[in-house]
């Protein structure tokens, strides 16, 4: 059993110094590498036993989209016009927030519009990054996990995150102003998903905490922006990340069931690690060094904003369901229970779970049946 210094390298889960201190080194990399310790494992079991799963892969299979042909790209996108249109929606550039005696004082609407672009960029290039993540890992699932329904589902996903790396790159290209390196509590995340040897933990990470919060966070900036392709690109890639953590959810579902106490702590730190990385990672300490503003400055300001709790918290509204599910809450003495606790998201543990609910969000397949309908 781990301390929580000894899992995310800190004492305290909102030492601020601590989480802005982890930054990117690497930022004119163009190749990262990481030791993947998994094995790969053929099955001759070719008997298709788990009828969840393969419910999943019919949906896979007829709901795939093309990123080229099946969104808008002509509709046109001022940037600096969608800022100030989510801005007018949301609530004003400056949250709230009382910027006296800072940098930000001084800053009119010029500053501020500059901020929502930056912010833009940052936010679909930590997604196109992210995406990148799950394309590996899944190609691992295929690789490393022993049912041939699994393996045929996760090589779906394998297209699927192809596409969704496709598509945030060619939104960031085409239609906003440039890109981010990857952000360094995100990167540290990937790495020790990746590296992992136990095919499960590759779920757990991937499927479950980094696709999970994706599916909130897409759901999320999907309600706030005013962009219409932006819109439709969401609503589509949603519709395959719900499915991508109901994989999860219906796999590990049985195999957790077989672990010892010991091992289920062991998943439970990993879960506890990998949501304090994704937390921090929000911060967008890169954009106020970009702006020129010292993030140990700005990032308390940005905490400070009313809806700032509220935001967080939903960030994790389909993790914790999932993590019930799972009996990854209350296992250990109610271990990961108490630490989402700390974290402010137990309320969601009554939330429906994705496993139950990825049909409901299948979009693509919504609008081919409302296509066909009118034709």
Known sequence: MSSTEEIIGRSDIDD????????????????????DNAHAIFTWDYERSRPALGKLYEKAKSSQWNAQTDLPWETPVDQEAVVLANVMANGGFDGGVD???????????????EFGVQSQNWTLSQFMHGEQGALLCTAKIVESVPWVDAKYYASTQVMDEARHMEVFAKYLDEK????????????????????DSRWDMTYLGMQIMVEGLALAAFGFIHQMTTEPLLKKLLRYVMADEARHVAFGVLSLKEYYGELSATELRERQEFAFEAAVRMRDRFLQQEVWDRMGIDPKI???LVLQAPERPVFQAML?????????????????DGWLRHRFEDLGVIQFEDWTDTGEEYESLDEVAKDRAAAAASA
């Open 316 to 332: 994790f509204s389909k993790i914790v369901p999932n993590c019930k599910k799972l009996g990854l809450l209350d296992a250990a």
């Open 99 to 113: 910027v006296s005696g800072t940098p930000l004082e001084k800053w009119g609407d010029k500053e501020w519009i």
């Open 16 to 35: 601020l110094e601590a989480i802005l201190s982890i930054t990117n080194k690497d930022v004119d990399a163009v190749a990262h590498e990481v030791e």
């Open 176 to 195: 906003l102003s440039g890109h981010y390196p990857i952000n360094a509590h995100l990167r540290l995340l990937l790495d020790d998903i990746i590296s």
């Open 298 to 300: 700005a990032v308390p």
